[in-house]
Nanobody
Framework: VQLQASGGGLVQPGGSLRLSCAASESAASGFASDNYAIGWFRQAPGKEREGVSYISVSDDSTDYADFVKGRFTISRDNAKNTVYLQMNNLQPEDTAVYYC?????????????????????WGYGTLVTVSS
């Protein structure tokens, strides 16, 4: 596995979690290449995968899906080859498996909630369950 997402768990509505996406040595180049971005995606049971947020390696610019704006924050620690997703005010509709992936920044195309790109590395996801 080149990317490993972690930090998921069970949280009550209104709660917070911080997800981490750590790159192995073989995937670390994607975290350092100026033409790459690192994104978070999620897939709920029975639904298609959707884009959540991404951060560009070149300038640390960020972007968010409308449904997480103001609640989620993406950041990265270059020294640790790790990208984080701070998720606040979680709601039941945020329940999903969350994945991180690298992709060529300029290749991203959004079709509503679905984001398509020239992906580099994916890893196993981490399950986030929001329930009372």
């Amino acid at each position: 596995v080149q990317l490993q997402a972690s930090g998921g768990g069970l949280v009550q509505p209104g709660g917070s979690l911080r997800l981490s996406c750590a790159a192995s040595e073989s995937a670390a180049s994607g975290f350092a290449s100026d033409n790459y971005a690192i994104g978070w995606f999620r897939q709920a049971p029975g639904k298609e995968r959707e884009g959540v947020s991404y951060i560009s390696v070149s300038d640390d610019s960020t972007d968010y899906a409308d449904f997480v704006k103001g609640r989620f924050t993406i950041s990265r620690d270059n020294a640790k080859n790790t990208v984080y997703l701070q998720m606040n005010n979680l709601q039941p509709e945020d329940t999903a498996v969350y994945y991180c992936a690298t992709f060529v920044d300029s290749s991203l195309i959004k079709y509503g909630r679905r984001w398509f790109a020239d992906f580099g590395s994916w890893g196993y996801g981490t399950l986030v369950t929001v329930s009372s």
